[in-house]
Antibody
């Protein structure tokens, strides 16, 4: 059974960098897309970006200038860095795996495994 | 970005009721539409992917339909464990976007 576990500081000061790690166990990190998603009361669920095991990344344009997602396949770790945070970045942060449902035409991706989420508060 | 709009935002229902939640995309997304259930303090859980495919282990009372811009999640007979918030999400284009959620509450 695949399990994802987010970890990192729960309190970050404004203008600093938020750093989280997602540890993947029970399955390979290779050959999957791995996303970070956050949820705040004001903005609902927001996709932050993904990384493929080769290191290919895509980010939400709304956050692109501040986000870095990386992967360490040897350690089965993903990481998220979000710079220059403000109170608007206070949210529960999730990591999630994307599964592919392949039909005759294409791959339909959906989030099949999620971490339990970690609340990060931005405050001085 | 593709905007996903769910309706209603909340609804009250009783055990045994048939519940329907709709999701509308701001442009055609074919069938690149998934449905998630979220309970308080928990991560979302996928119910339906590719608009109508039931995730393994999800009860058959859940079903999804639609294509293009209009989609529906139906719970055939609401059970006590189904009181939760439901989200639709499109994966047709990046960035992936979610609806604002529909909270199903006890009547």
């Amino acid at each position: 059974q695949v399990q994802l576990q987010e970890s990192g500081p729960r309190l970050v000061k404004p203008s600093e960098t938020l750093s989280l790690t997602c540890t993947v166990s029970g399955g390979s990190i290779s050959s999957y897309y791995w996303s970070w998603i956050r949820q705040s009361p004001g903005k609902g669920l927001e996709w932050i970006g993904y990384i493929y095991d080769s290191g290919t990344t895509k980010y939400n344009p709304s956050l692109k200038s501040r986000v870095t997602i990386s992967v360490d396949t040897s350690q089965s770790h993903l990481s998220l860095k979000l710079s220059s945070v403000t109170s608007a970045d206070t949210a529960v942060y999730y990591c999630a795996r994307e599964a592919c449902y392949f039909d005759s035409r294409t791959c339909f991706y959906y989030f099949d495994y999620w971490g339990q989420g970690t609340l990060v508060t931005v405050s001085s | 970005d593709i905007q996903m709009t769910q309706s209603p935002s909340s609804l009250s229902a009783s055990v045994g009721d048939r519940v329907t939640i709709t999701c509308r995309a701001s442009q055609s997304i074919d069938t690149y539409l998934d449905w998630y259930q979220q309970k308080p303090g928990k991560a979302p859980k996928v119910l339906i992917f590719a608009a109508s495919s039931l995730q393994t282990g999800v009860p058959s009372r859940f079903s999804g339909s639609g294509s293009g811009t209009d989609f529906t999640l139906t719970i055939a007979s609401l059970q006590p464990e189904d009181f939760a918030t439901y989200y639709c999400q499109q994966s047709y284009n990046l960035p992936k976007t979610f609806g604002q959620g529909t909270k199903v509450e006890v009547k």
